[in-house]
């Protein structure tokens, strides 16, 4: 074929190529600042809440420490990871088939509408909690639309040469979300309650507008039909482990937990058993909406194993600290039971400074060497860290206690991001979507599961010593036998969680008795102050952090064994 003088053909030929191949114009840019804004606020309002939990329940009139609305709470905090848990899988495969950008933006207004709802929350009482449950749970199903279609859209947009760089930057949003949330909750919570809520509603509004009007299709779509069989095991399976697991925290009849549950081991039970029809499934299926095939690529499957057993260890290190600094170092320290989950977000900043420090160098350099160097070394740093907090006396000295929040956020940043992107660089293009999902799937699951586990083996060390400690405590300022023993025989995830929601127990639990009327004004003083509760439970509660960090410490050991495994740094397809 011939070329006119004007050279047309090789003009139209150019401009095709420059439309599709995003890399080289400023594309890439767009979709690495509205992906990271996505992610950023879905991941910022899965932890938002937690600190925010006892404003929440005092605005709806509700007190969260009656042994009657403790599911209220924990469905409050785990509604929102169970579904992003259960729901990215299916979500990336959809963007598969129709379009990852498609998905993403749908997800963008559901989750802008449902904080709107949130924060327009009409009812008091049992009804107010169940409407904001209900809303949370939308807000996820939004929120999981963004995380598992993000990580495709960048893959997809930027060439393989700059791939790690992206994906560190928005897998490190994502993890600094979860910590800055727990921030933003305590300064909006003192504003007011709603607050909580209405700032995702601006946000996700403009980055709606944003999305649609900005992004577009670039990868590789892949039609076909949905796998209604693979949905429906995956969920219902996922969900019902996940929602064991729940009701696994809380207790069972003189039991502190509720392990011996029949209800809790049949959810488990029933939860295996649809997962394994779930794989069976999953082989026999033409189009699956679950890769299986996936996991040969070592890279994949090691990654994900890592990334699994990292969130794990990961969320045990968030709620751990969070009780540790609410419950008993800052009020060792003078700190009121009021203020300390705004100033437990400020302490823990320096995980997150981590984070924002180690996540895109690792990415960048990961491209270049690698990323089992990186991933690996990452996961030792984690490892010690958690060795480095066992060390650590009950009321220890917070330079000690910063430098390890910054080496164990250092060594997460440099494991996320070279781990993302060695797992989405292992898989083809057009698998992309469900590739994300399921590496969101992994991550999130393993945040939920840290509840279960940690707080599991945190209140089963707490029922062994801490009703003692109660007893004897409170009949050395005048509380009688009969109230001190009452008091101790409650179940230990009350006062565990009266430590996470910021509040005195002993204050919450002795007023209804009339007791501090009764005894000495300095004893009533005493008992209600700053220093008694947390002096009390000091012991017990270190006895559960060692076994709590001990377990986080080994998985951390096992995660970075599995990291060493992935093979050599994969070299992904050549850059576009």
């Given at each position: 074929?011939?070329?006119?003088?004007?050279?047309?053909?090789?003009?139209?030929?150019?401009?095709l190529?420059?439309?599709?191949?995003?890399?080289?114009?400023?594309y890439?840019?767009?979709?690495?600042?509205?992906?990271?804004?996505?992610?950023?606020?879905?991941?910022?309002?899965?932890?938002?809440?937690?600190?925010?939990?006892?404003?929440?329940?005092?605005?709806?009139?509700?007190d969260?420490l009656?042994?009657?609305?403790?599911?209220?709470l924990?469905?409050?905090?785990?509604?929102?990871?169970?579904?992003?848990?259960?729901?990215?899988?299916?979500?990336?495969?959809?963007?598969?088939?129709?379009?990852?950008?498609?998905?993403?933006?749908?997800?963008?207004?559901?989750f802008?509408?449902?904080?709107?709802?949130?924060?327009?929350?009409?009812?008091?009482?049992?009804?107010?909690?169940?409407?904001?449950?209900?809303?949370?749970?939308?807000?996820?199903?939004?929120?999981?639309?963004?995380t598992?279609?993000?990580?495709?859209?960048?893959t997809?947009?930027?060439?393989?040469?700059?791939?790690?760089?992206?994906?560190?930057?928005?897998?490190?949003?994502?993890?600094?979300?979860?910590?800055?949330?727990?921030?933003?909750?305590?300064?909006?919570?003192?504003?007011?309650?709603?607050?909580?809520?209405?700032?995702?509603?601006?946000?996700?509004?403009?980055?709606?507008?944003?999305?649609?009007?900005?992004?577009?299709?670039?990868?590789?779509?892949?039609?076909?039909?949905?796998?209604?069989?693979?949905?429906?095991?995956f969920t219902?399976?996922?969900?019902?482990?996940?929602?064991?697991?729940?009701?696994?925290?809380?207790?069972?009849?003189?039991?502190?937990?509720?392990?011996?549950?029949?209800?809790?081991?049949?959810?488990?039970?029933?939860?295996?058993?649809?997962?394994?029809?779930?794989?069976?499934?999953?082989t026999?299926?033409?189009?699956?909406?679950?890769?299986?095939?996936?996991?040969?690529?070592?890279?994949?499957?090691?990654?994900?194993?890592?990334a699994?057993?990292?969130?794990?260890?990961?969320?045990?290190?968030q709620?751990?600290?969070?009780?540790?600094?609410?419950?008993?170092?800052?009020?060792?320290?003078?700190?009121?039971?009021?203020?300390?989950?705004?100033?437990?977000?400020?302490?823990?900043l320096?995980?997150?400074?981590?984070?924002?420090?180690?996540?895109?160098?690792?990415?960048y350099?990961s491209d270049?060497?690698?990323?089992?160097?990186?991933?690996?070394?990452?996961?030792?740093?984690?490892?010690?860290?958690?060795?480095?907090?066992l060390?650590l006396?009950?009321?220890?000295?917070?330079?000690?206690?910063?430098?390890?929040?910054?080496?164990?956020?250092?060594?997460?940043?440099?494991?996320?991001?070279?781990?993302?992107?060695?797992?989405?660089?292992?898989?083809?293009?057009e698998?992309?979507?469900?590739?994300?999902?399921?590496?969101?799937?992994?991550?999130?699951?393993?945040?939920?599961?840290s509840?279960?586990?940690?707080?599991?083996?945190?209140?089963?060390?707490?029922?062994?010593?801490?009703?003692h400690?109660?007893?004897?405590?409170?009949?050395?300022?005048?509380?009688?036998a009969?109230?001190?023993?009452?008091?101790?025989?409650?179940?230990?995830?009350?006062?565990l969680f009266?430590?996470?929601?910021?509040?005195?127990?002993?204050?919450?639990?002795?007023?209804?008795?009339?007791?501090?009327?009764?005894?000495?004004?300095?004893?009533?003083?005493?008992?209600?102050?700053?220093?008694?509760?947390?002096?009390?439970?000091?012991?017990?509660?270190?006895?559960?952090?060692?076994?709590?960090?001990?377990?986080a410490?080994?998985?951390?050991?096992?995660?970075?064994i599995?990291?060493?495994?992935?093979?050599?740094?994969?070299?992904?397809e050549?850059?576009?």
């Open positions: 074929m011939s070329f006119g003088k004007d050279g047309k053909q090789g003009a139209n030929k150019n401009t190529a420059r439309r599709d191949s995003p890399v080289g114009d400023r890439k840019w767009v979709a690495l600042s509205n992906t990271t804004l996505g992610v950023l606020i879905a991941s910022v309002d899965s932890s938002i809440v937690i600190i925010s939990l006892p404003a929440i329940f005092r605005g709806i009139g509700l969260p009656a042994p009657g609305n403790i599911g209220y924990l469905w409050m905090i785990l509604g929102y990871l169970l579904v992003s848990a259960v729901l990215v899988v299916a979500l990336g495969r959809l963007g598969d088939m129709f379009g990852r950008v498609r998905m993403y933006n749908i997800g963008f207004a559901i802008a509408a449902a904080s709107l709802a949130l924060s327009l929350d009409p009812f008091k009482g049992g009804s107010g909690a169940v409407w904001l449950i209900g809303w949370r749970i939308v807000q996820a199903f939004g929120g999981a639309m963004l598992a279609n993000s990580a495709a859209i960048l997809d947009a930027f060439p393989a040469r700059q791939r790690g760089m992206a994906l560190g930057v928005n897998q490190i949003t994502a993890l600094a979300g979860q910590f800055l949330g727990l921030l933003a909750g305590g300064l909006l919570a003192v504003i007011d309650w709603r607050a909580v809520f209405w700032v995702s509603v601006p946000i996700g509004v403009i980055g709606t507008i944003w999305s649609y009007r900005s992004l577009r299709e670039t990868g590789t779509r892949r039609p076909g039909r949905i796998d209604w069989v693979g949905n429906i095991t219902l399976g996922t969900g019902a482990i996940l929602a064991a697991i729940t009701y696994g925290i809380q207790p069972y009849g003189d039991d502190p937990t509720g392990w011996s549950n029949p209800v809790v081991l049949g959810g488990l039970g029933a939860g295996v058993l649809l997962l394994v029809v779930f794989c069976v499934a999953e026999r299926i033409a189009e699956p909406m679950f890769k299986l095939g996936l996991f040969r690529v070592r890279a994949f499957a090691a990654g994900n194993l890592a699994l057993l990292t969130a794990i260890a990961r969320g045990g290190l709620f751990m600290l969070i009780i540790w600094l609410q419950g008993i170092w800052l009020p060792l320290h003078g700190y009121d039971f009021e203020r300390t989950p705004l100033w437990a977000g400020i302490f823990m320096p995980l997150t400074v981590g984070f924002l420090i180690a996540g895109p160098l690792s990415g350099l270049r060497f690698g990323a089992r160097l990186f991933a690996t070394g990452g996961l030792c740093l984690v490892a010690l860290s958690f060795v480095g907090l060390s006396p009950v009321d220890f000295s917070y330079p000690e206690f910063a430098g390890l929040l910054l080496l164990s956020g250092l060594g997460q940043g440099m494991f996320s991001a070279p781990n993302t992107s060695a797992i989405m660089g292992s898989v083809p293009p698998q992309r979507g469900v590739a994300s999902g399921m590496r969101s799937t992994f991550q999130n699951s393993g945040t939920a599961l509840i279960g586990v940690f707080f599991s083996l945190m209140i089963s060390g707490l029922a062994t010593r801490l009703p400690a109660l007893t004897s405590g409170l009949q050395a300022q005048g509380v009688p009969s109230t001190a023993d009452q008091v101790a025989g409650l179940p230990p995830v009350s006062t009266a430590t996470f929601l910021g509040n005195n127990p002993i204050s919450h639990l002795l007023e209804p008795s009339g007791v501090l009327r009764t005894v000495s004004p300095g004893q009533a003083k005493t008992l209600t102050g700053k220093e008694f509760f947390p002096e009390l439970v000091s012991g017990p509660f270190h006895h559960g952090l060692v076994v709590v960090f001990t377990v410490a080994g998985m951390a050991v096992v995660a970075a599995a990291s060493v495994l992935r093979g050599r740094h994969y070299k992904a050549s850059a576009r």
